[in-house]
């Protein structure tokens, strides 16, 4: 009997548990992303969210300006920030093929 009754509220349970979850790791999420979009600075390697590689060259309050290649500056929103790469000087977190 108590059996039944336990298998009926962890069926129950598991659905909130799971939600409660994905909004847990959702928030976290955001928060680092918002990390990630306050520190860009100038000279920051950095990926939008488009999938786009610039080198930032002006940040202000609201946009960056990424040069992509020599001589041509996008402006993007500075939301659309994704990730900061790696500097060309630092060592890379990926390993080498040896």
Do not use: C, N, W
Not at 31 to 44: L, P
Not at 64 to 80: I, K, N, S
Not at 84 to 97: F, I, M, Q, R
């Amino acid at each position: 009997m108590f059996g039944d009754d336990f298998g009926s509220l962890l069926f129950l349970a598991m659905p909130l548990l799971l939600l409660g979850y994905l909004f847990y790791s959702q928030r976290r999420r955001m928060k680092q992303i918002q990390a990630i979009q306050a520190s860009v600075e100038v000279g920051d390697d950095v990926r939008t969210t488009s999938g786009l590689f610039g080198h930032v060259v002006e940040v202000s309050d609201a946009e960056v300006h990424l040069e992509v290649t020599d001589g041509v500056v996008l402006r993007f929103d500075r939301r659309a920030i994704d990730i900061k790469l790696p500097s060309a000087g630092s060592p890379s977190s990926v390993p080498e093929d040896e």
